[in-house]
């Protein structure tokens, strides 16, 4: 690893966090299209995406791409639509507060998953990161919390887990190999998950023109973005702190919301924003000056 490369990794993952952060503001928009229809054109529309950059980066690969796919390639591509399905779900049974605190628990579920399943050790600046960060968020939720609902906790800790499989995974098959294709696969997983769910089929299909171009928008500016860069970046970045950068969405999500729609948010939200962005932009500079000394000072 390279400290290029690393850096270059650590801008993909935080600008992945910033498209990520956009989810709560766009559905903010939603008029009246269940969540299970949202999910639904919003994971089509994700696969399109990724689909569509795959095409656009190297058209002669393309079919080689899906057609090498391997058994253990759509562990990740269900990995990420459970994800993208949880995710969702907590926020429509639980308070945002919620979710976000389960949430900013990621990182730390995926650095003791790395250290256990492929030995990635966790430095000592990283658990301080994470500690930092988790801090953050709550002081960020420490104004309203409400832990009466079971259901939308028990989504977010199944995304919290999804997620953190999902990164180390692609750290465990990444470098060697890209892992575009199945992420690309994903959003039509998370679309056949939620048919089953979607009844009347034909009356939940038929929403507004208005709620499916926020559909649109989900996923391909919010996952579809997001998680082009994320995939990108997990190539050199270790797993603990891929969710830990990641948190960059947690930190911003609060202030499109007061810049798109004049909702000024609490000043414990801003506080622990700020707290948050110190730990992921102290984290991004480590990163990059080890790697840059590993260069300079080679064993």
């Keep these: 690893m390279n400290a290029q490369t690393y850096s270059r990794g650590v801008l993909y993952i935080i600008l992945g ?81 919620n979710t976000v605190l389960v949430l900013s628990t990621g990182p730390v579920a995926a650095g003791i998953l790395a250290y256990f399943v492929l030995g990635e050790a966790v430095k000592a600046l990283t658990w301080a990161a994470m500690v930092l960060a988790f801090a953050g968020v709550c002081v960020m ?7 009466s609902d079971i259901v939308g906790i028990s989504f977010a800790i199944a995304a919290v887990l999804s997620f953190a499989f999902f990164v180390v995974l692609l750290r465990h098959l990444g470098p060697q190999r890209d892992m575009m294709a199945p992420t690309a696969l994903a959003g039509l997983v998370a679309a056949a998950m939620c048919i089953p769910m979607m009844w009347p089929l034909v009356e939940t299909l038929a929403i507004s023109a208005r709620d499916l171009l926020i559909a649109v928008c989900l996923g391909s500016v919010q996952v579809g973005c997001g998680f082009i860069l994320i995939t990108l970046g997990s190539k050199s970045v270790p797993a603990a702190q891929i969710p830990l950068l990641g948190l960059s969405e947690t930190a911003l999500s609060p202030l499109w919301v007061w810049l798109a729609v004049n909702e000024v948010p609490a000043s414990n939200t801003l506080i622990g924003g700020v707290i948050v962005l110190i730990a992921v932009v102290m984290q991004g500079y480590a990163g990059v000056r080890s790697a840059g000394e590993v260069i300079s000072h080679p064993d």
């Design 17 to 97: 966090g910033v498209f990520l952060s956009s989810g709560g503001l766009l559905v903010r928009f939603v008029d009246q299209a269940s969540p299970w229809a949202i999910l639904f054109y919003r994971s089509l529309v994700f696969t399109a995406t990724v689909m569509l950059f795959l095409f656009v980066r190297d058209r002669q690969s393309f079919k080689k791409q899906f057609l090498t796919i391997k058994p253990i390639d759509l562990l990740v591509s269900l990995l990420l639509a459970v994800g993208f399905i949880c995710y969702l779900l907590s926020l429509f049974n639980t308070s945002v507060a």
């Design 141 to 147: 939720v420490s104004g309203g919390i409400n832990a």
